[in-house]
Protein backbone atom coordinates (compact mmCIF):
# COMPACT_ATOMS: atom_id res chain seq x y z
CA UNK A 1 0.00 0.00 0.00
CA UNK A 2 1.78 3.32 -1.35
CA UNK A 3 1.36 6.63 -0.66
CA UNK A 4 2.37 9.77 -2.04
CA UNK A 5 3.03 12.37 0.49
CA UNK A 6 5.27 12.01 3.15
CA UNK A 7 3.63 12.50 5.70
CA UNK A 8 0.58 10.38 5.87
CA UNK A 9 -2.75 12.34 6.66
CA UNK A 10 -5.55 11.01 9.03
CA UNK A 11 -7.25 9.14 6.68
CA UNK A 12 -4.27 7.27 4.94
CA UNK A 13 -3.53 6.02 8.95
CA UNK A 14 -7.33 4.68 9.00
CA UNK A 15 -6.84 3.20 6.22
CA UNK A 16 -3.66 0.86 6.85
CA UNK A 17 -4.97 0.12 10.73
CA UNK A 18 -8.24 -0.97 9.79
CA UNK A 19 -6.91 -2.80 6.79
CA UNK A 20 -4.65 -4.83 9.18
CA UNK A 21 -7.68 -4.87 11.10
CA UNK A 22 -10.27 -5.99 8.55
CA UNK A 23 -6.72 -8.72 7.98
CA UNK A 24 -6.72 -10.19 11.44
CA UNK A 25 -10.65 -10.26 11.91
CA UNK A 26 -11.45 -11.72 8.53
CA UNK A 27 -8.70 -14.58 9.05
CA UNK A 28 -9.42 -15.17 12.45
CA UNK A 29 -13.11 -15.46 12.23
CA UNK A 30 -12.42 -18.32 8.78
CA UNK A 31 -9.52 -20.41 10.82
CA UNK A 32 -12.67 -22.20 12.81
CA UNK A 33 -15.47 -22.27 10.33
CA UNK A 34 -14.34 -25.47 7.96
CA UNK A 35 -13.53 -27.30 11.11
CA UNK A 36 -16.55 -26.91 13.01
CA UNK A 37 -17.65 -30.71 11.75
CA UNK A 38 -14.25 -32.00 13.44
CA UNK A 39 -14.22 -29.79 16.84
CA UNK A 40 -17.97 -31.04 17.77
CA UNK A 41 -17.00 -34.54 17.09
CA UNK A 42 -12.99 -34.88 18.57
CA UNK A 43 -13.60 -32.31 21.11
CA UNK A 44 -16.92 -31.72 22.31
CA UNK A 45 -18.07 -35.49 22.03
CA UNK A 46 -20.88 -35.23 19.44
CA UNK A 47 -21.66 -38.66 18.28
CA UNK A 48 -22.83 -39.45 14.55
CA UNK A 49 -22.72 -38.60 11.30
CA UNK A 50 -26.05 -37.28 11.22
CA UNK A 51 -26.41 -35.38 14.24
CA UNK A 52 -22.70 -33.92 13.58
CA UNK A 53 -23.96 -32.72 9.90
CA UNK A 54 -27.39 -30.84 12.03
CA UNK A 55 -25.42 -29.43 14.53
CA UNK A 56 -22.86 -28.18 12.12
CA UNK A 57 -25.23 -26.39 9.63
CA UNK A 58 -27.16 -24.65 12.50
CA UNK A 59 -23.90 -23.91 14.37
CA UNK A 60 -23.12 -22.47 10.98
CA UNK A 61 -26.54 -20.93 10.69
CA UNK A 62 -26.74 -19.25 13.88
CA UNK A 63 -24.08 -16.56 13.14
CA UNK A 64 -26.06 -15.09 10.18
CA UNK A 65 -29.16 -15.25 11.05
CA UNK A 66 -28.32 -12.72 13.96
CA UNK A 67 -26.32 -10.57 12.45
CA UNK A 68 -28.82 -10.30 9.84
CA UNK A 69 -31.60 -8.90 12.48
CA UNK A 70 -28.81 -6.91 14.43
CA UNK A 71 -26.57 -5.37 11.81
CA UNK A 72 -29.10 -2.39 11.32
CA UNK A 73 -29.45 -1.40 14.45
CA UNK A 74 -25.56 -1.16 14.78
CA UNK A 75 -26.33 1.07 12.07
CA UNK A 76 -28.47 3.20 13.33
CA UNK A 77 -26.45 3.63 16.55
CA UNK A 78 -23.05 4.14 14.76
CA UNK A 79 -24.77 7.05 12.85
CA UNK A 80 -25.79 8.37 16.42
CA UNK A 81 -23.06 7.84 18.41
CA UNK A 82 -19.88 7.25 15.92
CA UNK A 83 -18.11 4.47 13.89
CA UNK A 84 -15.34 4.44 15.99
CA UNK A 85 -17.60 3.53 19.26
CA UNK A 86 -18.81 1.00 17.26
CA UNK A 87 -16.20 -0.74 15.93
CA UNK A 88 -14.57 -1.10 19.12
CA UNK A 89 -17.71 -2.88 20.64
CA UNK A 90 -17.19 -5.30 18.09
CA UNK A 91 -14.05 -5.96 18.07
CA UNK A 92 -13.45 -6.45 22.09
CA UNK A 93 -17.08 -8.04 22.18
CA UNK A 94 -16.31 -10.98 19.42
CA UNK A 95 -12.46 -11.14 21.12
CA UNK A 96 -14.19 -12.38 24.40
CA UNK A 97 -17.07 -15.01 22.18
CA UNK A 98 -14.11 -16.14 20.32
CA UNK A 99 -12.42 -17.09 23.11
CA UNK A 100 -15.27 -18.14 25.34
CA UNK A 101 -15.97 -20.87 22.22
CA UNK A 102 -12.06 -22.57 23.14
CA UNK A 103 -13.70 -23.75 26.52
CA UNK A 104 -17.53 -24.76 25.48
CA UNK A 105 -18.01 -28.61 26.52
CA UNK A 106 -21.59 -29.08 24.96
CA UNK A 107 -22.72 -28.47 21.18
CA UNK A 108 -25.44 -26.10 22.52
CA UNK A 109 -23.03 -24.25 24.26
CA UNK A 110 -21.18 -23.01 20.78
CA UNK A 111 -24.46 -22.74 19.17
CA UNK A 112 -25.46 -20.49 21.82
CA UNK A 113 -21.99 -18.18 21.27
CA UNK A 114 -22.47 -18.06 17.58
CA UNK A 115 -26.14 -16.43 18.15
CA UNK A 116 -23.92 -14.08 20.68
CA UNK A 117 -21.15 -13.36 18.09
CA UNK A 118 -23.98 -12.50 15.35
CA UNK A 119 -25.59 -9.92 17.43
CA UNK A 120 -22.56 -8.13 18.12
CA UNK A 121 -20.43 -8.41 15.15
CA UNK A 122 -19.94 -5.58 12.61
CA UNK A 123 -16.29 -4.78 12.68
CA UNK A 124 -16.45 -4.82 9.02
CA UNK A 125 -19.14 -2.43 8.15
CA UNK A 126 -18.08 -0.24 11.02
CA UNK A 127 -14.67 0.15 9.58
CA UNK A 128 -16.13 0.14 5.89
CA UNK A 129 -18.30 3.30 7.06
CA UNK A 130 -15.30 4.64 8.89
CA UNK A 131 -13.01 4.67 5.68
CA UNK A 132 -16.14 5.99 4.00
CA UNK A 133 -16.66 9.06 5.72
CA UNK A 134 -13.16 10.51 6.29
CA UNK A 135 -11.80 9.69 3.19
CA UNK A 136 -11.59 12.41 0.46
CA UNK A 137 -13.96 12.10 -2.56
CA UNK A 138 -11.54 11.68 -5.12
CA UNK A 139 -9.66 8.76 -3.52
CA UNK A 140 -13.37 6.89 -1.78
CA UNK A 141 -13.14 4.42 -5.37
CA UNK A 142 -8.89 3.12 -4.06
CA UNK A 143 -9.74 3.42 -0.24
CA UNK A 144 -12.76 0.69 -0.73
CA UNK A 145 -10.52 -1.13 -3.11
CA UNK A 146 -7.88 -1.46 -0.49
CA UNK A 147 -10.47 -2.13 2.63
CA UNK A 148 -11.97 -5.03 0.35
CA UNK A 149 -8.59 -6.34 -0.16
CA UNK A 150 -7.97 -6.58 3.58
CA UNK A 151 -11.36 -8.54 4.13
CA UNK A 152 -10.79 -11.14 1.09
CA UNK A 153 -7.22 -11.89 2.02
CA UNK A 154 -7.91 -12.65 5.82
CA UNK A 155 -10.74 -14.73 3.98
CA UNK A 156 -8.08 -16.83 1.95
CA UNK A 157 -5.52 -17.25 4.38
CA UNK A 158 -7.98 -17.92 7.53
CA UNK A 159 -9.01 -21.50 6.05
CA UNK A 160 -4.86 -22.39 5.46
CA UNK A 161 -3.71 -20.83 8.83
CA UNK A 162 -6.51 -22.54 10.84
CA UNK A 163 -5.69 -25.98 9.06
CA UNK A 164 -1.84 -25.53 9.72
CA UNK A 165 -2.59 -24.56 13.50
CA UNK A 166 -5.19 -27.60 14.06
CA UNK A 167 -2.53 -29.72 12.87
CA UNK A 168 0.36 -28.46 15.52
CA UNK A 169 -2.00 -26.53 18.67
CA UNK A 170 -5.43 -28.79 18.08
CA UNK A 171 -8.72 -27.06 17.80
CA UNK A 172 -9.43 -25.71 20.94
CA UNK A 173 -6.46 -23.02 20.62
CA UNK A 174 -7.76 -22.14 17.01
CA UNK A 175 -10.59 -20.16 19.09
CA UNK A 176 -7.82 -18.82 21.53
CA UNK A 177 -5.80 -17.15 18.81
CA UNK A 178 -8.39 -16.09 17.07
CA UNK A 179 -9.39 -14.17 19.90
CA UNK A 180 -6.14 -12.76 20.34
CA UNK A 181 -6.13 -11.34 16.66
CA UNK A 182 -9.52 -10.21 16.95
CA UNK A 183 -8.59 -8.22 20.33
CA UNK A 184 -5.32 -6.88 18.72
CA UNK A 185 -7.48 -5.60 15.41
CA UNK A 186 -9.29 -3.70 18.14
CA UNK A 187 -6.10 -2.57 20.17
CA UNK A 188 -4.93 -1.34 17.00
CA UNK A 189 -7.89 0.91 16.24
CA UNK A 190 -8.49 2.21 19.73
CA UNK A 191 -5.13 3.90 19.87
CA UNK A 192 -4.37 4.44 16.10
CA UNK A 193 -7.91 5.34 14.43
CA UNK A 194 -9.09 8.86 14.21
CA UNK A 195 -12.54 9.71 13.68
CA UNK A 196 -13.92 13.16 12.22
CA UNK A 197 -17.67 13.10 13.85
CA UNK A 198 -19.52 15.80 14.76
CA UNK A 199 -21.71 14.62 18.08
CA UNK A 200 -23.73 17.52 18.35
CA UNK A 201 -24.93 17.37 14.76
CA UNK A 202 -25.95 14.13 14.85
CA UNK A 203 -27.52 14.92 18.05
CA UNK A 204 -29.63 17.17 16.00
CA UNK A 205 -30.71 14.50 13.30
CA UNK A 206 -34.14 13.35 13.26
CA UNK A 207 -34.49 9.87 15.69
CA UNK A 208 -36.17 7.06 13.58
CA UNK A 209 -36.60 3.48 14.31
CA UNK A 210 -34.97 0.89 12.17
CA UNK A 211 -37.71 0.05 9.94
CA UNK A 212 -38.42 3.45 9.37
CA UNK A 213 -34.72 4.30 8.60
CA UNK A 214 -35.02 1.20 5.72
CA UNK A 215 -38.22 2.71 4.52
CA UNK A 216 -36.38 6.74 3.82
CA UNK A 217 -33.27 4.90 2.96
CA UNK A 218 -36.20 3.04 0.61
CA UNK A 219 -36.89 6.39 -1.15
CA UNK A 220 -33.40 6.60 -2.73
CA UNK A 221 -34.06 4.15 -5.55
CA UNK A 222 -30.31 3.16 -6.15
CA UNK A 223 -29.91 2.15 -2.50
CA UNK A 224 -32.28 -1.10 -2.98
CA UNK A 225 -30.30 -2.53 -6.15
CA UNK A 226 -27.34 -1.66 -4.43
CA UNK A 227 -28.10 -3.72 -1.82
CA UNK A 228 -29.46 -6.43 -4.12
CA UNK A 229 -25.88 -6.56 -5.79
CA UNK A 230 -24.29 -7.39 -2.50
CA UNK A 231 -27.45 -10.04 -1.62
CA UNK A 232 -26.67 -11.66 -5.08
CA UNK A 233 -22.88 -11.88 -5.19
CA UNK A 234 -23.18 -13.44 -1.74
CA UNK A 235 -25.66 -16.02 -3.23
CA UNK A 236 -23.60 -16.77 -5.95
CA UNK A 237 -20.12 -17.22 -4.16
CA UNK A 238 -21.67 -19.30 -1.46
CA UNK A 239 -24.68 -21.22 -3.12
CA UNK A 240 -21.94 -23.86 -4.93
CA UNK A 241 -19.06 -23.80 -2.12
CA UNK A 242 -19.93 -26.60 -0.28
CA UNK A 243 -20.74 -28.68 -3.88
CA UNK A 244 -17.05 -27.84 -5.04
CA UNK A 245 -15.45 -30.79 -4.23
CA UNK A 246 -18.03 -33.06 -5.96
CA UNK A 247 -17.49 -31.10 -9.07
CA UNK A 248 -13.93 -31.45 -8.71
CA UNK A 249 -13.73 -34.53 -8.59
CA UNK A 250 -16.60 -34.89 -11.22
CA UNK A 251 -14.27 -33.38 -13.87
CA UNK A 252 -11.24 -35.33 -12.63
CA UNK A 253 -12.81 -38.98 -11.67
CA UNK A 254 -10.05 -40.28 -9.00
CA UNK A 255 -8.13 -37.06 -8.80
CA UNK A 256 -5.15 -37.05 -6.21
CA UNK A 257 -5.33 -34.71 -3.60
CA UNK A 258 -8.75 -33.72 -3.94
CA UNK A 259 -8.70 -31.37 -1.09
CA UNK A 260 -5.88 -29.20 -2.25
CA UNK A 261 -7.69 -28.94 -5.70
CA UNK A 262 -10.62 -27.89 -4.13
CA UNK A 263 -8.88 -25.65 -1.67
CA UNK A 264 -7.43 -23.89 -4.62
CA UNK A 265 -10.82 -23.77 -6.47
CA UNK A 266 -12.13 -22.10 -3.83
CA UNK A 267 -9.21 -19.68 -3.37
CA UNK A 268 -8.33 -18.39 -7.17
CA UNK A 269 -11.33 -16.72 -6.90
CA UNK A 270 -10.51 -14.82 -3.76
CA UNK A 271 -6.60 -14.02 -4.93
CA UNK A 272 -7.62 -12.60 -8.03
CA UNK A 273 -10.34 -10.23 -6.02
CA UNK A 274 -7.53 -9.29 -4.09
CA UNK A 275 -5.34 -8.51 -6.51
CA UNK A 276 -7.48 -6.20 -8.62
CA UNK A 277 -9.77 -4.70 -5.60
CA UNK A 278 -7.48 -1.84 -5.29
CA UNK A 279 -6.79 -1.27 -9.25
CA UNK A 280 -10.39 -1.05 -9.70
CA UNK A 281 -10.72 0.99 -7.10
CA UNK A 282 -8.56 3.83 -8.44
CA UNK A 283 -9.95 2.95 -11.93
CA UNK A 284 -13.79 4.25 -10.11
CA UNK A 285 -12.17 7.02 -8.96
CA UNK A 286 -10.86 8.40 -12.61
CA UNK A 287 -14.09 6.85 -14.44
CA UNK A 288 -17.11 6.60 -11.88
CA UNK A 289 -18.00 3.89 -9.91
CA UNK A 290 -20.81 3.48 -11.47
CA UNK A 291 -19.13 2.66 -14.76
CA UNK A 292 -16.80 0.00 -12.65
CA UNK A 293 -19.77 -1.35 -11.25
CA UNK A 294 -21.85 -2.13 -14.50
CA UNK A 295 -18.58 -3.90 -16.10
CA UNK A 296 -17.75 -6.06 -13.11
CA UNK A 297 -21.52 -7.17 -13.07
CA UNK A 298 -21.59 -8.01 -16.79
CA UNK A 299 -18.17 -9.80 -16.07
CA UNK A 300 -18.80 -11.80 -13.36
CA UNK A 301 -21.83 -12.37 -14.62
CA UNK A 302 -20.29 -14.10 -17.70
CA UNK A 303 -17.59 -16.05 -16.22
CA UNK A 304 -20.20 -17.86 -13.94
CA UNK A 305 -21.98 -19.21 -16.86
CA UNK A 306 -18.71 -20.90 -18.77
CA UNK A 307 -18.08 -22.84 -15.36
CA UNK A 308 -21.23 -25.20 -15.96
CA UNK A 309 -19.49 -26.08 -19.16
CA UNK A 310 -15.64 -26.84 -18.09
CA UNK A 311 -14.04 -30.07 -18.79
CA UNK A 312 -11.54 -30.05 -16.42
CA UNK A 313 -9.93 -28.36 -13.28
CA UNK A 314 -7.87 -26.41 -15.17
CA UNK A 315 -10.69 -24.72 -16.96
CA UNK A 316 -12.30 -24.65 -14.00
CA UNK A 317 -9.55 -22.85 -12.11
CA UNK A 318 -9.17 -20.31 -15.10
CA UNK A 319 -12.82 -19.17 -14.99
CA UNK A 320 -12.84 -18.54 -11.80
CA UNK A 321 -9.35 -16.52 -11.99
CA UNK A 322 -11.08 -14.49 -14.25
CA UNK A 323 -14.43 -14.03 -12.29
CA UNK A 324 -12.83 -12.94 -9.11
CA UNK A 325 -10.91 -10.38 -11.45
CA UNK A 326 -14.48 -9.13 -12.37
CA UNK A 327 -15.42 -9.43 -8.61
CA UNK A 328 -12.92 -7.43 -7.30
CA UNK A 329 -14.65 -4.25 -8.79
CA UNK A 330 -18.54 -5.13 -7.17
CA UNK A 331 -17.94 -4.41 -3.44
CA UNK A 332 -15.72 -1.79 -3.42
CA UNK A 333 -17.98 0.46 -6.43
CA UNK A 334 -21.16 -1.15 -4.43
CA UNK A 335 -19.56 0.75 -0.90
CA UNK A 336 -18.69 4.02 -2.76
CA UNK A 337 -22.23 4.44 -4.41
CA UNK A 338 -24.15 3.28 -0.84
CA UNK A 339 -21.73 6.44 0.36
CA UNK A 340 -22.70 8.92 -2.32
CA UNK A 341 -26.51 8.26 -2.46
CA UNK A 342 -26.88 7.99 0.84
CA UNK A 343 -28.66 10.84 2.99
CA UNK A 344 -26.17 12.47 4.81
CA UNK A 345 -26.55 11.12 8.81
CA UNK A 346 -26.99 7.52 7.92
CA UNK A 347 -24.20 6.33 6.39
CA UNK A 348 -23.50 4.08 9.02
CA UNK A 349 -27.30 2.94 8.64
CA UNK A 350 -27.26 2.15 5.08
CA UNK A 351 -23.71 0.49 5.36
CA UNK A 352 -25.67 -1.67 8.50
CA UNK A 353 -28.40 -2.58 5.88
CA UNK A 354 -25.86 -3.82 3.19
CA UNK A 355 -24.19 -5.60 6.00
CA UNK A 356 -27.73 -7.86 6.87
CA UNK A 357 -27.90 -8.70 2.95
CA UNK A 358 -24.57 -9.91 3.10
CA UNK A 359 -25.93 -12.36 6.24
CA UNK A 360 -28.48 -12.62 3.95
CA UNK A 361 -27.00 -14.25 0.74
CA UNK A 362 -24.22 -16.27 3.24
CA UNK A 363 -27.83 -17.94 4.64
CA UNK A 364 -29.51 -18.25 1.68
CA UNK A 365 -26.42 -19.24 -0.37
CA UNK A 366 -25.44 -21.88 1.86
CA UNK A 367 -29.33 -23.45 2.66
CA UNK A 368 -30.54 -22.95 -0.97
CA UNK A 369 -27.61 -24.17 -2.66
CA UNK A 370 -27.54 -27.49 -1.61
CA UNK A 371 -31.82 -27.86 -1.92
CA UNK A 372 -31.46 -26.66 -5.37
CA UNK A 373 -28.83 -28.43 -6.73
CA UNK A 374 -30.63 -31.71 -5.93
CA UNK A 375 -32.86 -30.15 -8.77
CA UNK A 376 -30.73 -28.58 -11.30
CA UNK A 377 -27.50 -29.81 -10.11
CA UNK A 378 -24.19 -27.04 -9.51
CA UNK A 379 -24.13 -26.33 -13.39
CA UNK A 380 -27.23 -24.84 -13.30
CA UNK A 381 -26.86 -23.03 -9.80
CA UNK A 382 -23.15 -21.97 -12.08
CA UNK A 383 -26.24 -20.72 -14.95
CA UNK A 384 -28.71 -19.52 -12.48
CA UNK A 385 -26.54 -17.07 -10.73
CA UNK A 386 -24.77 -15.41 -13.60
CA UNK A 387 -28.29 -14.83 -14.94
CA UNK A 388 -29.26 -13.24 -12.39
CA UNK A 389 -26.07 -10.92 -12.09
CA UNK A 390 -26.65 -10.05 -15.53
CA UNK A 391 -30.48 -9.16 -14.59
CA UNK A 392 -29.51 -7.13 -11.54
CA UNK A 393 -26.94 -5.33 -14.06
CA UNK A 394 -29.79 -4.03 -15.88
CA UNK A 395 -31.70 -2.72 -12.67
CA UNK A 396 -28.75 -1.32 -10.96
CA UNK A 397 -28.32 0.74 -14.71
CA UNK A 398 -32.02 1.81 -14.86
CA UNK A 399 -31.84 2.88 -11.24
CA UNK A 400 -28.79 4.34 -11.02
CA UNK A 401 -30.20 7.10 -13.48
CA UNK A 402 -32.91 7.74 -11.65
CA UNK A 403 -33.77 11.02 -9.78
CA UNK A 404 -33.96 10.48 -6.11
CA UNK A 405 -37.38 11.51 -4.43
CA UNK A 406 -35.50 12.36 -1.41
CA UNK A 407 -33.47 14.89 -1.33
CA UNK A 408 -29.98 13.50 -0.42
CA UNK A 409 -28.40 16.29 1.73
CA UNK A 410 -31.22 18.45 3.66
CA UNK A 411 -34.23 15.39 5.29
CA UNK A 412 -36.91 17.01 6.37
CA UNK A 413 -37.86 15.45 10.11
Given at each position: ?????????S????????????????????M??PF????????????????????????F???F?????????????S?????K?????????????????????????L??LR??N???S????A??S???????????G?????????????????????????D??G?R?????????????S?????L???????S???????????????E?????????L????L?L??A????M???????????????????W?????????????????????????????R???????????M?????????V??????????G???????????????????????????????S??????????V???????????E????M?????????????????????????????
Amino acid sequence: MRFSKSKLESWQINLMVLWFGQFLVNAGTTMIVPFIALYLSQDIGVQGEHQIAIWSGVIFAANFVTSFIFQPLWGKLSDQYGRKVMLLRSGFGMAIVFTAMGFATQAWHLLVLRLINGTISGFNPASTSLISSNTPKEKMGFAMGISQSGTVAGSILGPLIGGIMADTVGFRYIFYITGACIFMASLLALFLVREKFDRSAAAQMPKVSVLSGLRELSLTPQLPALFTVTLLLQFAMISPMTLLPLYVQKLQGSIENLAFWSGLVSAVTGLSNMLMAPILGKVSDKYGAHRVLTFSLIGAGLMLIPQAFVQNVGQLIAVRFLMGLCMGGLLPSVNSLIRYYTPDGMESRAFGFNSSTTALGNMTGSVMGGVLAGFIGIEGLFIMSGIMLLLNMLWVRTKLYTRPTADKHHRSA
